[in-house]
Each structure stands twice: as structure tokens, then as C-alpha cells.
């Protein structure tokens, strides 16, 4: 019975291409198969996308003591039905002197490569939608086009604010691109594959009988999320590092000269890299589908990965209706200063936990490595400033 | 179907290469040129070397792009302006061509048949950068510490 709820979406796929299985051709059922996948990926997220989109509001809302949206259906939950009817019947407008095609094209690109991204992750058991190999280095891969997709909205706009903000968001996301991705290197270390479902089942199983055995439960794994997730942010243009964006300084950034279902493309892509970063984030430090403890083993394995995406989620909405935004200057320092150094760190007290037998022992030298590590950096870069006499500077 | 794959990503490729080479526009030209980077990174894929495809696309289409685009971006006041025609690259690219040729009619490999070979795993290239190549990987790790460190060293702001 708890086999079949968890099989459930396996088993219509299957069930969907048996009749053609008996008929055609082998690569007709390869293709099919690969149509079955993208669209149901396609539908949950869009789905999952207009959702969180009326959530963020509500909770913002919440967050600031109002209502938000409430007027469109029970709860304003149609909220999205009415934005996305809305968008589609808006004029697209393009600047006379804009570049036409890189203008069409930038959102279409950056919309398929936070798409491509969501193909490697294992929403539950045998529910890899593509798997490959170098899963983790297909996503990054996909993910590093991003910043050309910017840029060819930055530049084909030919609009100083388009082009400012696309070398902000550029600069932020080449400068966190390099965290995100140390940070997972301790795990396909520890796990020796960079296959997404290969580190799920690492994860599997329980340590004393009631700890799961998710990576975020090592002192490096637990440092390495977290230097993950705050790169998350980064990589997702997400306040406190919204940058790129800013109605009193560059109004939408690269988005400036975009209008109607343009933006709306835009928009949509923001919230699919999000659920990827936050999709990859739980595969590989989460526990991917594995429930967090064995007598809840009966739930299907979908939804626990879908809980804790929303868990997620909620997180990314409640750092944004709580933290102020940071300047350009502090986001580059702390990615270069900070953030590498203590990636690099995890690396080493994850080989550390390793070779000293990924026990007890194991557990209390990472933690020993990390936290000098953490204490030099806090001192060597503190900026407070001194007691000292006033001293003035003017203008000559 | 490889065939008809194959036909179509080569011509996707060459018609991005023929419009980096022939675009008035540097910027054009320049976004062209990663077209036929991801065309290249599908033959990769369709030959089964996945881990190069997908090192491709993560050095040549996520930083040498943007790299290319940003020095065309902070160099060239006239980005827009047409370029004309350049003799030289002709030569240059003939050059590289009959290179390629005279290698490629050298090589004995192309009348064998294809051996039959392991798949090329990301684990297997892994173990032997790790143990046969492990020094060639740690010469270039060097070297390019050295270049990041040269580049900062180059753009730091002089002290008074």
C-alpha cells in the first residue's frame, strides 16, 4: 500500500507508455517518455510558481501587518489567474533603438536555463525526470548561462539603467557562483559521484537509530548549507542581495525596457531558479526525498521533497519581509573575503571528518577546523571602528 | 536518428560560426560564437563524453562569453559601428584550416574501425586525474592561482 502511494506517478508513466511500448519504434518511446517528463515538470512548477507568487504577498503581507491580496477569490488565491491575464494582454513595448532580436531572446534564454535546471533533481524515489551522470555539473552548467542571458538584456535594451543593472547582477552572480559551487564539492567528495540520485542514497538510513544521515548534520555540512543557501540568495536575486534591482537608484535593472509578458518571463525565471536552488540544496544537503524519521516512512517520498521545498521557500519569503538590503561594496567583500575562505574550509574538514572515521572523532575535528578558521576570519576582518580623535577632511 | 541529430547540431553550429565570422555587429558576432559553442558541447553529448560537453558549456558559454562580451563592452567606444572585412583573419583561419587538414590526412586512426571502449564516466576521469595525471592537474592549478593572482595584482588600487 505505501509502495503503490509512493510508485503512484512511476507507475502511470509506465502505464501511459505500455501501448506505445508494443508498437513503436524504441526512440518514439524515448522521446514520448521525454515529453511525459517535461510536461509534468512544466505543470508542477508553473503550478507551484503561481502559488508561491500570491504566498509571497500574503506572507510579506503578514510580515507587515496587512492584509494583501484579498480580492480575487477565497483568500485572493486567484490572485495569479488575474496578474498572468493581465500580463498577456499588456503592450510589449521595445525602445525604438534597441537591439530587437538579443531583446526577444534574453528572457526566452534566461527562462530555458532555469528551466533546464529543474530536469536533474530527484523529486522522490525512481523520480529523477533526466538522469545524467554529471547531474551536479549539468546544473551548474545550465546555471552559468544565466549571467549571459543578462546581459543580453542589460545590453540589447540600450538603456544606461538596463545596462548598470545587468553589470550588477553579473558581478554578484560570477563572484557567488564560486561558493555555491565549493560548497558542494565536500559532498560529491564524501559521496564520490556527482550524480544527484547517488547522493540522495547516500543519505539514506539513520545514525543511532533516529539521527537521518543528511549531510546538514556534519559541522561542515551544516557551515557548507549555509554558505548554500545565503549564496542561494545571491544567485537568485533575493533581498537582502537585490541589488540588481532598485526603483530609487536603477528602477528594474535589466528589466527596465521589458513590459507585459516579457517581465512576466523574468519574473517567473527569478521564481524557477529559486525552487532549483532550493531543489539542488535539498538533494544534496537535505536528504533529498528521505523522510527525517524511519516511523514516517509511509509518506510518499514526493512529498516529504516537497515539504521541505516549501520549508524553503517560506525561508527565502521571511529573510525578505525581515532584512534590510545590503550595499553593492558589502555584497563583493563577503563573497571574497568570507564566503570562499569558509567554503574552501568545508572542503578540508569534510576530508577531515573523512579520515578520521566519520564518527564521533570525525565529527569533533571538523567542528575544531572550522571554528578556528571562522574565528581567524571574524578577527582579521573586523571593520569596527576604534575610539579615536575626530578628524576632518575638506574640500580643497 | 544519431545521423539526423548529427546533421542538425552541425548545422546549427556552422550557422553559428558563419555568423560570428560574417555579422556587421561585434556584439552579434561575439553572442553568435556561443552558439557554436553549444553546438559543440552537443556533439560532445551525442558521442557520449558528457562530462567535456558539460565543461564546455560552463567554461566557454558561463565565463569565456561573458569575458568576450565585456571586453568588447569596455574596450570598443563603437560597438554598433560596422566592422568591414578583415583580410588577415581570412589568411589566419585558412591557415588554421590547412593545419587541421594536413593533420587530420596524417592520422592512421581513421581507417580503423572504432574499438569498443568503456563509457567515459565522470568516476573513471576522476580516478585518473587523481593518480596518472595528478601532477599536469596540479601544474595547472598552479598556474592559474598564478594568472587569478597576477590579475588582481593588476587591478589593485596603487597605495600613496
Avoid at chain 1, 9 to 27: D, E, G, Y
Avoid at chain 1, 231 to 260: C, K, Q, W
Wanted: glycine share 8%; with cysteine; hydrophobic share 60%.
Amino acid at each position: 500500500m505505501t509502495d503503490s502511494f509512493d510508485q503512484i506517478f512511476v507507475r502511470i508513466k509506465q502505464w501511459l507508455l505500455t501501448p506505445l511500448a508494443s508498437h513503436a519504434p524504441a526512440w518514439l518511446v524515448q522521446i514520448a517518455s521525454s515529453l511525459i517528463n517535461i510536461f509534468a515538470l512544466l505543470g508542477v512548477f508553473l503550478t507551484l510558481f503561481a502559488l508561491v507568487s500570491v504566498l509571497e504577498r500574503k506572507i510579506l503581507a503578514r510580515i507587515q501587518n496587512r492584509y494583501g491580496p484579498n480580492r480575487v477569490g477565497p483568500f485572493g488565491l486567484f490572485q495569479p489567474i488575474a496578474d498572468g491575464i493581465k500580463m498577456l494582454i499588456k503592450e510589449d513595448i521595445v525602445p525604438a533603438r534597441a537591439d530587437n532580436i538579443v531583446h526577444f531572446l534574453a528572457p526566452i534564454l534566461i527562462a530555458a536555463a532555469a528551466i533546464l535546471a529543474l530536469g536533474v533533481i530527484p523529486y522522490g524515489r525512481n523520480m529523477t525526470p533526466f538522469t545524467i551522470d554529471g547531474g551536479i555539473l549539468f546544473f551548474f552548467a545550465v546555471g552559468s548561462t544565466t549571467e549571459l542571458a543578462v546581459f543580453m538584456a542589460g545590453w540589447g535594451s540600450n538603456n544606461k539603467f538596463s545596462m548598470l543593472g545587468a553589470m550588477r547582477a553579473i558581478a554578484q552572480m560570477i563572484s557567488y557562483e564560486l561558493p555555491l559551487i565549493v560548497t558542494v564539492l565536500p559532498v560529491v567528495m564524501i559521496v564520490g559521484a556527482l550524480n544527484p540520485d547517488t547522493i540522495v542514497a547516500a543519505q539514506g538510513g539513520y545514525a543511532l537509530g533516529f539521527v537521518p544521515r543528511w549531510f546538514v548534520f556534519t559541522p561542515w555540512g551544516a557551515v557548507a548549507f549555509t554558505l548554500f543557501f545565503v549564496s542561494g540568495l545571491v544567485e537568485s536575486n533575493r533581498t537582502p542581495f537585490d541589488v540588481p534591482e532598485g526603483e530609487s537608484e536603477i528602477v528594474a535593472g535589466h528589466m527596465t525596457e521589458y513590459s507585459g509578458f516579457k517581465y512576466a518571463t523574468f519574473f517567473m525565471a527569478e521564481y524557477i531558479g529559486m525552487f532549483a536552488i532550493s531543489g539542488l540544496g535539498i538533494t544534496v544537503f537535505l536528504g533529498g526525498w528521505h523522510a527525517p524519521l524511519s516511523i514516517l516512512e509511509f509518506i510518499p517520498s514526493y512529498a516529504w521533497f516537497f515539504a521541505k521545498l516549501s520549508i524553503l521557500i517560506f525561508v527565502y519569503i521571511w529573510v525578505r519581509g525581515t532584512l534590510p538590503r545590503t550595499r553593492v561594496d558589502q555584497i563583493m567583500n563577503f563573497a571574497w573575503k568570507f564566503m570562499l575562505p569558509m567554503a574552501f574550509t568545508c572542503v578540508i574538514a569534510s576530508a577531515v571528518w573523512h579520515y578520521a572515521g566519520r564518527g564521533l572523532r570525525g565529527w569533533l575535528w571538523s567542528f575544531v577546523v572550522i571554528a578556528t578558521v571562522y574565528t581567524a576570519l571574524s578577527i582579521a576582518l573586523d571593520t569596527r571602528r576604534k575610539f579615536a580623535s575626530r578628524t576632518y577632511r575638506f574640500a580643497e | 536518428m544519431n545521423s539526423v541529430a548529427f546533421a542538425a547540431i552541425a548545422v546549427l553550429t556552422l550557422a553559428g560560426a558563419v555568423a560570428a565570422a560574417t555579422l556587421p555587429k561585434l556584439m552579434h558576432a561575439a553572442l553568435s560564437l556561443v552558439i557554436a559553442f553549444v553546438g559543440l558541447a552537443a556533439f560532445f553529448f551525442l558521442l557520449g563524453a558528457e562530462f567535456v560537453g558539460l565543461v564546455l558549456i560552463f567554461v566557454y558559454v558561463g565565463a569565456v562569453a561573458v569575458l568576450i562580451v565585456f571586453t568588447i563592452l569596455l574596450t570598443r567606444r563603437d560597438v554598433a559601428t560596422d566592422r568591414g572585412f578583415n583580410w588577415s583573419g581570412v589568411a589566419v583561419a585558412i591557415a588554421v584550416l590547412a593545419g587541421l587538414v594536413w593533420a587530420i590526412s596524417k592520422t592512421q586512426s581513421l581507417a580503423v574501425a572504432a574499438p569498443q571502449i568503456e563509457p567515459l564516466t565522470v568516476k573513471r576521469i576522476g580516478e585518473l586525474l587523481m593518480t596518472s595525471y595528478v601532477w599536469p592537474l596540479q601544474c595547472v592549478g598552479v598556474l592559474l592561482t598564478a594568472a587569478l593572482i597576477g590579475a588582481l595584482v593588476l587591478v589593485m588600487e596603487e597605495k600613496q
